[in-house]
């Protein structure tokens, strides 16, 4: 596939402005948000005061106000919200159509070199295009906001191949990617779920910092998100054992490969549990 591309319009946009909006957000991200300039951005979390993970996001400074391209944006809108005292910030929600695409033709579709985690306007199929570099799947990935999207859409089915749910399952599996619910939610925690990208230890304090921070020290991070090779047939939800022991769950499944959350001492690439094998990401 050279060129994939599929909706997630539903998935959420959350707009930030006023004057304490970055000194607010960096006092809840678990990335740094203070220094960021126009047209960049990060890969952040948010977590309870328990470091228990709300949201996994990109946080773009655009200059006027920070987008914030959210898994969780109800949830997120009202964590921000419950910790807005005397600072002026604005939380409201971002209304445009997103589709993501990936794959090699991707940076080539767009026609510009954008950093991951980055932003820029570009015009496409018509329209003025809001570009956010995103995770890889396929090849460098970008999501698209857009006011319109008939015509965006036309084009990319014309150049591109339309990924359906579980084909983008499938992809996050082969790369690792948790999504919000399966392995994103309050079940877990960042250094779980893989997110060491997403988590400066040099920023100072945020809300869960304290528990984020003694995981990590003294390593007592108890599971880890694992990708497996099935063997046998799983759903989301099914226990994992080894030697009669249940030592994870499952929490994605796409075809013959899974994504699971498995106790830190079992979680060792090439273990063979009762459903499958823990192969190594990206494969």
């Not at 579709?109 to 932003?119: A, Q």
């Not at 809001?130 to 995770?135: D, G, K, S, T, Y």
């Not at 995981?215 to 991070?221: A, F």
């Amino acid at each position: 596939m050279q060129l994939g591309f599929y909706d997630r319009t539903a998935r959420g946009r959350l707009i930030i402005t006023g004057r304490d909006r970055k000194d607010l957000l960096h006092n809840l991200a678990t990335n740094s948000i203070l220094g960021l300039e126009p047209g960049h951005g990060v890969s952040t979390a948010f977590c309870t005061n328990k470091g228990r993970l709300i949201d996994w996001c990109t946080v773009i400074d655009r200059g006027e106000d920070l987008l914030i391209l959210s898994a969780n944006p109800e949830r997120l809108s009202g964590h921000i919200q419950q910790f807005t005292i005397t600072e002026d910030v604005t939380v409201r929600n971002y209304m445009a159509i997103e589709v993501v695409v990936c794959g090699p033709a991707a940076k080539d579709l767009l026609g510009v070199e954008i950093e991951p985690h980055c932003f820029a306007e570009i015009p496409l199929a018509g329209v003025k295009v809001q570009a956010v570099r995103i995770e890889p799947l396929a090849g460098d990935a970008y999501a698209l906001l857009a006011p319109d999207a008939v015509a965006l859409r036309r084009m990319l089915g014309e150049q591109g191949q339309l990924l359906e749910p579980h084909d983008v399952d499938r992809l996050r599996i082969r790369r690792g990617i948790p999504a919000f619910p399966n392995e994103i939610n309050e079940d877990h925690n960042p250094w779980e779920a893989g997110l060491s990208d997403a988590i400066s230890l040099t920023k100072g304090c945020y809300v869960g910092q304290e528990i984020v921070a003694r995981l990590n020290t003294y390593d007592k991070v108890k599971r880890h998100l694992r990708s497996l090779r099935l063997g046998i047939g799983a759903q989301p939800g099914d226990p994992l054992t080894l030697d009669g022991e249940e030592v994870g769950t499952v929490t994605t499944v796409a075809g013959d490969h899974a994504m699971a959350y498995v106790a830190t001492e079992h979680a060792e690439i090439g273990t063979t549990l009762d459903r499958g094998e823990i192969i190594a990401t990206p494969f």
